[in-house]
């Protein structure tokens, strides 16, 4: 009997084991169903209904340097539906990454203002001033976003310095909100 007990608790370890990797193959799957469009961009409730299981997917699809550029793009984008500590930490570490592709970083940028709102601001503004004119250009966005009068205040004073058209653009619309 005693012997019984522990190779029960045994295998029900191992059923269960078993059982979360065929869940994480079925959402991995469904990650992939989702990122596989082109022209169509998931809602945020099809990303919810998937659960927190998905953002693991996410950041790891997100993480591959051997995934397309545009995958690991869209992969960033839907973390913004997974908000949490370690969400947060891995999109602030993909905007501040120099080495990265401009379309990551923007795409972190993006999705930090979308989950975060206000919380977002204070990271987000210190690309405002940044060389890459693309950069500037999604922090700008984000501010715009987020919509505090901290974040307006920002853009304004940008507006005072800018010197890329389609940047300064950006601001003047975004002001006109």
Known sequence: MRR???MAAILVVVGFVVGASAQDA???KQVDALLGGIEYVPEAKEWTALGPEAAVVLVSIASAPDERPSRRARAISALAYFPNVQNRA???TVAGDTKAKTVLRRKALRALSHAY???ATAFVKGFV????KYLREAAIKSLADIGTPEARLVLEQRLKV???AFVRQTIEKSLTR
């Open 4 to 6: 019984i007990l522990p």
């Open 26 to 28: 079925g959402v991995a």
């Open 90 to 92: 891995f999109l602030e």
């Open 117 to 119: 709102k206000a919380d």
């Open 129 to 132: 001033s940044s060389e890459d």
């Open 162 to 164: 800018e010197k890329a």
